[in-house]
């Protein structure tokens, strides 16, 4: 099995493109409330449309999640109540 490396990302710091590679810097929020580099994420170009296709799509889920839980709590609770978003769900093959 391959090992895999987790990073946690707020946002992202900068990205640039090099012989053929994406390159996106991520940051995360310092405890001074201020962006820090987190990592690197290197994408072949011909493979981030793909990517950004995938992530695209993955909001698009999360989107009709969010009005699906928004809409199940509204016909349960009371109006003065506001929707809340399960804490955790998945998406995909795995």
Known sequence: ????RTIFADGLLDASVHHGVARLNLA?????????PSGQLCVPLTQLPALTNG????????????????????A???PAEAASMPSAFTFGGR
Do not use: F, H, W
């Open 1 to 4: 099995m391959t090992e895999t």
């Open 28 to 36: 995360q929020l310092g405890s001074d409330g201020k962006p820090v």
């Open 55 to 74: 992530l695209v799509t993955l909001l698009r889920q999360i989107e009709a999640k969010v009005k699906e839980a928004q809409a199940a709590q509204a």
């Open 76 to 78: 349960e609770a009371p």
